[in-house]
């Protein structure tokens, strides 16, 4: 069955310090996938997203992802976080099964230390 | 430009009580529209989605449901709430077939008591 998973339920980095969030997802075909970025009692915003092509992909506020087909993995990553990027962030995969549907890991839960 | 609205952004309602969420996009035609609920640690839970007017796929058994009565308006009903109903509910919307962008509502809080 499809499934996304993000193995970190929270991560604590130094203000400056670089960032790495984990997506792992199981599905049979090339996915659709996505990072979004959500924070406190807010709706999600789209971070940025890969369908094809350059397997590295650039979004807003200094956000980049790879997509690694022989890892299965779509991991997030920024090079200097700011203390703003503290949020919850959710990686997701569309289009599932040919479906209208979209799944979402349970999202890892960044605190930015000053 | 596109936005999508949901309200309440905040609901306290007793256990047994009725519910009624909206969500309205505006700024495009036809899309699809979904329901999400967000519990505490538990990522999002897709509820229900819908492709048209009338047109409901719910992916959750339990006693909630969702009306779709016009092009871009979604609702969200239940007849009596669970506590177990409490969470954060995001309307979103997106066109295509899942391969384009979602685009979430800022949510309503429900806490049933």
């Known amino acids: 069955a499809q499934s996304v998973t993000q193995p970190d339920i929270h991560i604590t980095v130094s203000e400056g310090a670089s960032l790495e969030l984990r997506c792992n997802y199981s599905?049979?075909?090339?996915?659709?996938l996505f990072w979004y970025v959500q924070s406190p009692g807010q709706g999600l915003q789209l971070l940025l997203k890969?369908?094809?092509?350059?397997?590295l992909v650039q979004g807003i506020k200094g956000f980049e992802a790879e997509f690694k087909r022989s890892q299965s993995s779509f991991n997030l990553r920024k090079p200097s976080v700011h203390w703003s990027d503290a949020a919850e962030y959710f990686c997701?995969?569309?289009?599932?099964?040919?479906?209208?549907?979209?799944?979402f890991g349970t999202g890892t839960r960044l605190k930015v230390l000053a | 430009s596109q936005t999508i609205h949901q309200w309440p952004a905040t609901l306290v309602q007793p256990v047994g009580s009725p519910l009624s969420l909206e969500c309205t996009v505006e700024g495009t035609s036809n899309p699809n529209l979904y329901w999400y609920r967000q519990a505490a640690g538990r990522g999002l839970q897709l509820l229900f989605y819908s492709v048209g007017i009338g047109q409901i796929s719910s992916e959750v058994p339990q006693n909630l449901s969702a009306s779709r009565p016009q092009d871009r308006q979604f609702i969200l009903s239940s007849k009596k709430l669970l506590l177990s109903d409490s969470g954060f509910y995001l309307c979103a919307w997106s066109v295509g077939q899942g391969r384009e962008t979602q685009y979430f509502g800022p949510g309503t809080r429900l806490l049933v008591l």
């Open positions: 599905y049979g075909a090339t996915p659709y």
């Open positions: 890969y369908f094809s092509g350059d397997t």
């Open positions: 997701a995969v569309g289009e599932v099964l040919g479906t209208y549907k979209y799944i």
